[in-house]
C-alpha cells in the first residue's frame, strides 16, 4: 500500500510541475516532462552524493555547480521531501558553502560526481 501512496503522489506533482512549466517555458509537455524526469532523478542522485549542475540563473546566465543534499537532514532537522508547490530544489553548493537553490524548469543537466 506504501509503495502506491509513494508513486501515486509523485505522479501528481509530477504532472503539476510539467504543466506548470510547459506554460511557463512555452514548451510541449512532453519536453517539459524530460526535465521533471531530470530533476527527480538529480534529487535521488544528491540524497547520497555529489553531483554537477548544469542550469541557468533567474538572471539569464549559465551556472554549473557541484552540489549535494547530503547533510539537508542535519542542517534543516526534517527529511528532504519534494511537493507539488516546489518550484525549486536546494542544494548544498559546494563553491559558495552554503544552500542555494534553482527553478526546476531551469535545470539543463546534471551528471553525477563518482
Known sequence: MKKYCKKKKSEDY???WKKRIAVEKGISEICAERIVLKCMGLVK???YGNVMIAFQKQDGTFCLE???LVGYEKFFHREFKLTVKQESVVYWS???????RFRISN?????AIV
Open 14 to 16: 509530477m504532472s503539476v
Open 45 to 47: 542522485r544528491m540524497l
Open 107 to 111: 535545470l539543463m543537466d546534471w551528471k
Open 66 to 68: 557541484k552540489g549535494t
Open 94 to 100: 559546494e563553491e559558495q558553502q552554503g544552500w542555494r
